[in-house]
């Protein structure tokens, strides 16, 4: 079992709607879960970081931790066609210098 | 959030030369700088933890004596793709660690070895 699993799709909606993106991870050992947003040919953007379990709003994106489940969620709202990208889970274990454990990268594309 | 570049962007060499990858922080002194590979449809792969002023320490299975890493200032981190293959053909990304939870990414090397 990998340590991170996640969906690579990929997944196609149309424009305003509502998109969830999930991973689900082995170690329990990770307390710091990250959401990258990658451009084709570009480095990963860091969208969003939660600590441990909970919710994390931002603007049209909530991410979602659930550490009992070892479930990771992100979610956006009102979709637009420039959020078409690949979408990368990350967790780590201490936060700062401790080295990321990715998913392999779910595929989006919002249609206009 | 924290500005990182890297250069060249892109490069293409021939099978058996050394291709050399410079990651700049530019906008804080970064003691810790990390190397990812990307293959095709494909996650990010830690190749190795670059630390300013002493070793890199290098993930299992990636070979230190043909990456070569190089954290020589609190800005600069080089790798060096020594004796490149087609099979190196990849794309080559750093970051560098601002604080707790956050890594920021640089554009990307990408290299074709012919």
């Known amino acids: 079992q990998k340590e991170v699993e996640q969906d690579p799709g990929p997944l196609s909606v149309p424009e305003g709607a509502i998109v969830s993106l999930n991973c689900t991870y082995s170690?329990?050992?990770?307390?710091?879960f990250m959401w990258y947003r990658q451009y084709s040919r570009k480095g990963p953007e860091l969208l969003m970081y939660t600590y441990s379990s909970g919710n994390k709003e931002d603007g049209r994106f909530t991410a979602q931790v659930d550490k009992s489940s070892k479930y990771i969620s992100l979610f956006i709202r009102d979709s637009q066609p420039s959020d078409s990208a690949t979408y990368l889970c990350a967790m780590s274990a201490q936060g700062g210098s401790e080295k990321l454990v990715f998913g392999k990268g779910t595929k989006l594309t919002v249609n206009p | 959030g924290a500005v990182v570049s890297q250069h060249p962007s892109r490069v293409i060499c021939k099978s058996g030369t050394s291709v050399k990858i410079e990651c700049r922080s530019l906008?804080?002194?970064?003691?810790?700088m990390f190397w990812y590979r990307q293959f095709p449809k494909q996650s990010l792969m830690l190749m190795a933890t670059?630390?300013?002023?002493?070793?890199?320490?290098?993930e299992q299975g990636v070979e230190k004596d043909k990456f070569l890493i190089n954290h020589a200032s609190l800005t600069l981190s080089t790798l060096t793709v020594t004796s490149a293959h087609p099979e190196d053909s990849s794309f080559y990304i750093c970051s560098v660690s601002r604080a707790a939870y956050e890594q920021y990414f640089g554009p990307g090397t990408r290299l074709t070895v012919t």
């Open positions: 670059s630390n300013e002023g002493s070793k890199a320490t290098y």
């Open positions: 170690n329990s050992a990770f307390q710091y």
């Open positions: 906008d804080f002194q970064a003691t810790t």
